[in-house]
Antibody
Framework: QGQLVESGGGVVQPGRSLRLSCAAS????????MYWVRQAPGKGLESVAV????????YYTDSVKGRFTISRDNSRSTVSLQMNSLRAEDTAVYFC???????????WGQGTMVTVSS | AIQMTQSPSSLSASVGDRVTITCRAS??????LGWYQQKPGKAPKLLIY???ILDSGVPSRFSGSGSGTDFTLTISSLQPEDFATYYC?????????FGQGTKVEIK
């Protein structure tokens, strides 16, 4: 079925950086796009960034453009999210999610909490 | 970005009730619409994709319908394990966007 495990969350001051990682297992990682989705405390879900299966393309939601970078290493079955210039409004649980062949997120990680606070 | 509007934002229902949640897109998304269930402290779980296709292992009491801008998630007979928050997601165009969620509570 497949599994995703995120790591790298924590407490960070505004303006600083943090790097999240997501390790995949149980499926052919290089065949699928991968997404980062976040959820602020008590709020709904927001898609953040996507990367194509071969890393050839990506897309970011407007609020993180120029600050966040998504990347992947298909040899290690990992996807990462480099988050720079963090703001209080980036505080959230960050999930990585696998994209099905035709849309939708069929596998999710357990999430990692990022808190941006001075 | 396409805006997804769910209604209601919350509802109270009893075990055995039929529950319907709607999702409206600000522009047409064909049938590129999924439904997710999330319980507190857990990751979301895919229930339905392509508007009406049940994901593997999802009970048949869940069903989805719609196309274009208007979509519906129906739970035919609410079970205790169905009390959760439900989200729609359009995967028609980037950025993929979620509805604001519908919390289903016990009456």
């Amino acid at each position: 079925q497949g599994q995703l495990v995120e790591s790298g969350g924590g407490v960070v001051q505004p303006g600083r950086s943090l790097r999240l990682s997501c390790a995949a297992s149980g499926f052919t990682f290089s065949d699928y796009g991968m997404y980062w989705v976040r959820q602020a405390p008590g709020k709904g879900l927001e898609s953040v960034a996507v990367i194509w299966n071969d890393g050839s393309n990506n897309y970011y939601t407007d609020s993180v453009k120029g600050r966040f970078t998504i990347s992947r290493d298909n040899s290690r079955s990992t996807v990462s999210l480099q988050m720079n210039s963090l703001r209080a409004e980036d505080t959230a649980v960050y999930f990585c999610a696998k994209v099905r062949s035709k849309g939708a997120f069929d596998i999710w990680g357990q999430g990692t909490m990022v808190t941006v606070s001075s | 970005a396409i805006q997804m509007t769910q209604s209601p934002s919350s509802l109270s229902a009893s075990v055995g009730d039929r529950v319907t949640i709607t999702c409206r897109a600000s522009q047409g998304v064909r049938d590129d619409l999924g439904w997710y269930q999330q319980k507190p402290g857990k990751a979301p779980k895919l229930l339905i994709y392509a508007a009406s296709i049940l994901d593997s292992g999802v009970p048949s009491r869940f069903s989805g319908s719609g196309s274009g801008t208007d979509f519906t998630l129906t739970i035919s007979s609410l079970q205790p394990e169905d009390f959760a928050t439900y989200y729609c997601l359009q995967d028609y165009t980037y950025p993929w966007t979620f509805g604001q969620g519908t919390k289903v509570e016990i009456k």
